[in-house]
Structure formats: C-alpha cells, structure tokens
Nanobody
Framework: VQLQASGGGLVQTGGSLRLSCAQSGGTFSGYVMAWFRQAPGKEREFVTAVSWSGDSTYYADSVKGRFTISRDNAKNTLYLEMNSLKPEDTAVYYC????????????????WGHGTQVTVSS
C-alpha cells in the first residue's frame, strides 16, 4: 500500500485548505484511514480518522468542528477539509492506514504517506 498526500500550502488565519491522500498498490477498502500532523520540535499527533466504510469518524479535540475527514472508496482517496485554520495548525500532515480497527496512536498505523506542509500565517 502506497499513500501520497497532497494539497498543503500557505494560508492565512481563518482560511481553508483541502488535503487529499491517494492510495495505490492495494485495496483501499478494509483500511481505517487517518491524518496525523507534526509541528517543528513536536511529536507526531493524531488529527482525525475514518472507518473503512466511512460511517465512523474520530477527531482530536483541537480540530473538532473545524476539520472534516472523508473518503471515496471508489477513487481510493482520503480527504481532509480544514476550515477556520489557526497558526497552531501549522505542521506537516501525514495520511496513514491500518487494517480494520480504529486507533489514535501513531504506532498502530502500518502505512504512511510522505506528508504535505500546511502553514497558517497570523
């Protein structure tokens, strides 16, 4: 399974961005997909995840109500809609996959994309 994240960029406080993560090299179905982020000098942290069916979503408190995760299994693509962005959202965003069951832990995910930079200016 290969993951390729894209869509990052520079945006002002209060702005929006949409990240995408394209999966190839295996089946998209059956995998829980997640977004993590890592700011300079900080640990990688959980942002949000979606079940393989798309019926269940999970969010970190820091992004709840501002970010929306979704997936299109027909296109093997994961999305992250980010609204009301804040400077503290600045980080490299990674998409990740694990089979079947949800987890919020970095160590639980088996497949990772290379990340895409999101910078929110104040």
């Amino acid at each position: 399974v290969q993951l390729q994240a894209s869509g990052g960029g520079l945006v002002q406080t209060g702005g929006s961005l949409r990240l995408s993560c394209a999966q190839s090299g295996g089946t998209f179905s059956g995998y829980v997909m997640a977004w993590f982020r890592q700011a300079p000098g900080k640990e990688r942290e959980f942002v949000t995840a979606v079940s393989w069916s798309g019926d269940s979503t999970y969010y970190a408190d820091s992004v709840k109500g501002r970010f929306t995760i979704s997936r299109d299994n027909a296109k093997n693509t994961l999305y992250l809609e980010m609204n009301s962005l804040k400077p503290e959202d600045t980080a490299v965003y990674y998409c990740a996959a694990r089979y079947l069951t949800y987890s919020g832990y970095v160590e639980a995910y088996d497949y990772w994309g290379h990340g895409t930079q999101v910078t929110v200016s104040s």
